[in-house]
Nanobody, 117 residues
Framework: QLQASGGGSVQAGGSLRLSCAAS????????MGWFRQAPGEAREFVGL????????LYADSVKGRFTITRDNAKNTMYLQMNSLKSEDTAVYYC????????????WGQGTLVTVSS
């Protein structure tokens, strides 16, 4: 199971850090990702991190502003969001990659981030 938290309301230019706590299968054995869904929009990819935290990949829209990290000892992944913009307003979801790394097989419940301009 995945539990996302840390959402809230912030002014444009501000920062938030989201957390995703995992339970069940060994956290360090699979990659993890963040997605978001704005009102009336499709869910979109934000970024991912590999199993040991060495490699990350980001959507162009957040590159340079968002950072994904993980602490395998705490079974937790983080999304540090800086220089937030109103267009970052969305429900943010964490997800676990499948063993093949070709998709995502488990999703958290989402946490709402609202950025006011």
């Amino acid at each position: 199971q995945l539990q996302a938290s840390g959402g809230g309301s912030v002014q444009a230019g501000g920062s938030l850090r989201l957390s995703c706590a995992a339970s069940g299968r060994t956290f360090s054995t699979y990659g993890m990702g963040w997605f978001r869904q704005a009102p009336g929009e499709a869910r979109e990819f934000v970024g991912l991190i590999n199993r040991n935290g060495v490699n990350t990949l980001y959507a162009d829209s957040v590159k340079g502003r968002f950072t994904i990290t993980r602490d395998n000892a705490k079974n937790t992944m983080y999304l540090q969001m800086n220089s937030l913009k109103s267009e970052d307003t969305a429900v943010y979801y964490c997800a676990r990659q499948n063993p093949e790394g070709t998709g995502y097989d488990s999703w958290g419940q989402g946490t709402l981030v609202t950025v006011s301009s």
